[in-house]
């Protein structure tokens, strides 16, 4: 059974910074892709960022350049660093493991609000 943990959510002003972390912990390949999507009230949920085992990343068009995602093989461990946060980066934010079968978080809550 795979199992990702989150952490790193929050309230943070516009313009503010925040570090997503998920650990993952099972079994699955040792190749596989991580990365983060998010949910809006009302909308649907949507792919924020992705890294590959080689390191590999793409982003949405609408957070690129302002955050950052990294993992740590070692620790089977994928952060997200988000800078110049917009009010429209509220939302729920999953972790995702996908080594051929797919894994989810039970979700972070990231609300920028002033």
């Known amino acids: 059974q795979v199992q990702l943990v989150e952490s790193g959510g929050g309230l943070v002003q516009p313009g503010g910074s925040l570090r997503l972390s998920c650990a993952a912990s099972g079994s699955f390949l040792s190749i596989y892709v991580m990365g983060w999507y998010r949910q809006a009230p009302g909308k649907q949920r949507e792919l924020v960022a992705r890294?590959?085992?080689?390191?590999?990343?793409n982003y949405a068009d609408s957070v690129k350049g302002r955050f950052t995602i990294s993992r740590d093989n070692a620790k089977n461990t994928v952060y997200l660093q988000m800078n110049s946060l917009k009010p429209e980066d509220t939302a729920i934010y999953y972790c995702n493991l996908d080594s051929g079968s797919i894994y989810w978080g039970q979700g972070t809550q990231v609300t920028v609000s002033s």
């Open positions: 890294i590959t085992s080689y390191g590999s990343t």
